[in-house]
């Protein structure tokens, strides 16, 4: 049995919706902790094992893995059969992992630093900014309705996250928009139901 470390309205729920999108509801035990927030409330909570207090966290077999996108990559390879990411060696795989590790790299921290009001040449320069941010959207989504074309994955629960959480800050795309719209709607549906797509 995994353990997954969870608060509601944090990172982690985008680990939640993995969790049900893959109907592995009865093999990962979710312990619900508390985390500081930015408007001052909720603190530490000792029973959550990540290192800096945060969340997601899970342990598997006694090792302990942190930060969405990792714990995200390991669970779809654990449950290949599950189809919410391409397998190793799948044509798609690299494109999968390209986007996970997007996220994490360039896409929040630009919207992190747009939100803050922060800008310098060199921040532009190292992780991009919104303008190459939504190009990037805007060209895979022409390819397809979800990021891998016409597969929906966990690198689509990953990326529109930050626009489902924040609609003011999703850009101004209908193309964007209407694949926000569709994620949501995708977990809306999966929530509802508790079952895997």
């Not at 996108?69 to 044509?91: E, K, N, Q």
């Not at 803050?116 to 397809?144: C, I, N, Q, Y």
């Amino acid at each position: 049995m995994m353990t997954f470390f969870h608060s509601p309205k944090s990172r982690s729920s985008r680990v939640a919706a993995l969790v049900t999108a893959m109907g592995l509801q009865d093999q990962i035990e979710t312990r619900l902790v508390t985390i500081p927030r930015m408007d001052g409330t909720g603190q530490r909570d000792p029973a959550n094992p990540h290192p800096e207090g945060k969340v997601p966290c899970l342990i598997h077999d006694g090792r302990l893995i942190t930060e969405t996108g990792a714990i995200m990559v390991y669970l779809t390879s654990l449950f290949p059969d599950r189809g919410m990411a391409p397998v190793v060696g799948d044509p798609l795989w690299g494109e999968y992992l390209a986007w996970m590790v997007w996220y994490h790299a360039a896409m929040e921290p630009v919207l992190t630093m747009q939100a803050g009001g922060f800008s310098h040449p060199w921040l532009t320069a190292a992780m991009r900014g919104p303008d190459e941010v939504v190009a990037r959207l805007r060209a895979a989504l022409e390819k397809g309705p979800w990021l891998l074309g016409q597969t929906y994955s966990a690198a689509d629960i990953l990326v529109h996250s930050p626009y489902g959480y924040f609609p003011e800050a999703t850009p101004d795309d209908p193309l964007i928009r209407d694949w926000v719209l569709r994620c949501i709607a995708r977990s809306d549906q999966l929530s509802a139901t508790g079952k895997a797509a």
